[in-house]
């Protein structure tokens, strides 16, 4: 079974502070997603990479940026936090043109 | 701009009860679709991939097909366990090798 592990389930932080949120999958899978889960507004893109050190922005890159520096594990950095990034953040994996696999993802409180 | 539908918003059901969930698209060049399954709190979990118009795929209590326009999960005799959001995303041919698109979801809420 393919497993996304990511890193923290709860995570509080506060206004200006940098945030790192780390996502790692164990199945040699080329593309992984950020996606941010929000009530009423569905799941909407992020940032993604199909391969090391190659990244493209989704639908709402707006204040955050990615790293992807081995195959297995992808960044998502908030560079200074702000109250409208609360919310469910998930990470995703996946082989070209197949399913996305899902971590279970991390719910983040900026105060 | 690719739209992907789902309706209704919101479904409840008594223990037994059998329905279908409904998912349309507008896009072009359709790769496949995907449906998930969500539980409150945790990641959406695969269920189904289709590919191709008048394909079907099954397991235990559900049921996805899908037409050119629209694809549907259908719940025969569903159980309070099988109550979650359910969600279908469209992947469709673009420049870079993967845009999927998700709709918002449909809550499920089977009572005992």
């Known amino acids: 079974d393919v497993k996304v592990t990511q890193s923290s389930r709860y995570l509080v932080k506060r206004t200006g502070e940098k945030v790192f949120l780390e996502c790692v999958q164990d199945m040699d899978h080329e593309n992984m997603f950020w996606y941010r889960q929000d009530p009423g507004l569905g799941l909407r893109l992020i940032y993604f990479s199909y391969d090391v050190k190659m990244k493209e922005k989704g639908d709402i890159p707006e204040g955050y940026s990615v790293s992807r520096e081995k195959k297995e594990r992808f960044s998502l950095i908030l560079e200074s936090a702000s109250t409208n990034q609360t919310s469910m953040y998930l990470c995703a994996s996946s082989l070209i043109h197949s399913p996305l696999h899902f971590g279970n993802g991390t719910r983040l409180t900026v105060t | 701009e690719d739209q992907v539908t789902q309706s209704p918003e919101a479904l409840r059901l008594q223990e037994g009860e059998s329905s279908s969930l409904n998912c349309s698209y507008t896009?072009?060049?359709?790769?496949?679709l995907f449906w998930y399954r969500q539980d409150p709190g945790k990641g959406p979990e695969f269920l189904f991939t289709?590919?191709?118009a008048g394909e079907e795929k099954e397991k235990e209590r559900l049921k996805a097909t899908l037409t050119k326009k629209e694809s549907f999960l259908h719940i025969t005799a569903p159980k309070p366990e099988d109550s979650a959001t359910y969600l279908c995303a469209v992947l469709v041919s673009g420049g870079s090798n993967y845009k999927l698109t998700f709709g918002k979801g449909t809550l499920l809420t089977v009572n005992p």
């Open positions: 896009v072009s060049g359709l790769r496949g």
């Open positions: 289709l590919y191709s």
